[in-house]
């Protein structure tokens, strides 16, 4: 068993940064995939990035180049670091920790509420 504890969000103005944390309790941490999705009033979850157990990374396009996703295993600890953050930015995120796409070995947070609003 995997429990996530996401932190971080918060209101910002557009062109503002959050960081937003998510602690995992338990243990291998290191072997999940750990992903960040966000939703939106109305909308679908979507994914925003991905950290494999490799390290390798991958990201929607809406936010490459703006959101860097990093780990550290001893810390048990995912991060996602969002700058230049837009209106369209604004939605609950979420952590996930899984096994593989499809995978029963999935485990989330309860979310964050990030808004970016003048």
């Known amino acids: 068993q995997v429990q996530l504890v996401e932190s971080g969000g918060g209101l910002v103005q557009p062109g503002g940064s959050l960081r937003l944390s998510c602690v995992a309790s338990?243990?291998?941490?290191?072997?999940?995939?750990m992903d960040w999705h966000r939703q939106a009033p109305g909308q679908q979850r979507e994914l925003v990035a991905r950290?494999?157990?490799?390290?390798?990374?991958t990201y929607a396009n809406s936010v490459r180049g703006r959101f860097t996703i990093s780990r550290n295993n001893a810390k048990n600890t995912v991060w996602l670091q969002m700058n230049s953050l837009k209106p369209e930015d604004t939605a609950v995120y979420y952590c996930?920790?899984?096994?593989?796409?499809?995978?029963?070995?999935?485990?989330w947070g309860q979310g964050t509420q990030v808004t970016v609003s003048s």
């Open positions: 950290i494999r157990s490799s390290g390798i990374k």
């Open positions: 996930n920790a899984h096994s593989g796409v499809g995978s029963e070995d999935t485990y």
């Open positions: 338990g243990s291998s941490f290191s072997i999940y995939t």
